[in-house]
Nanobody, 119 residues
């Protein structure tokens, strides 16, 4: 099973920026580039929400509607890492941000990193 560790969370003021990272390890039969990667988030008292996704080669990405134009997902397959650049952050985007790796019918999740947007 792929092991995922998120980092980069913290406290930021509204309108500020943060960059999250997801480090992947534990590969056996496959490599990082065999996995489509996603970011999700979960606000207190709410269901987990899709944030962004990136293809295995990193040549295409999609975003949740409210994130378009403000968030950028990327990956570095040589480093087994994925990133999420978040700009113009809003208070309602406070929550735990999770990294997700998908290959076929299998998936792995990280433990999450807390992002707090507050003045």
């Amino acid at each position: 099973q792929v092991h995922l560790v998120e980092s980069g969370g913290g406290v930021v003021q509204p309108g500020g920026s943060l960059t999250l990272s997801c480090a992947a390890s534990g590969f056996t039969d496959f490599t990082f580039s065999d996995y489509a990667m996603n970011w999700y988030r979960q606000a207190p008292g709410r269901q987990r929400e899709f944030v962004a996704a990136i293809t295995r080669a990193g040549d295409n990405s999609i975003y949740g509607d409210s994130m378009k134009g403000r968030f950028t997902i990327s990956r570095n397959n040589a480093k087994n890492e994925m990133y999420l650049q978040m700009d113009s952050l809003r208070c309602e985007e406070t929550g735990v941000y999770y990294c997700n790796a998908v290959r076929g019918s299998g998936e792995s999740w990280g433990q999450g990193t807390q992002v707090t947007v507050s003045s």
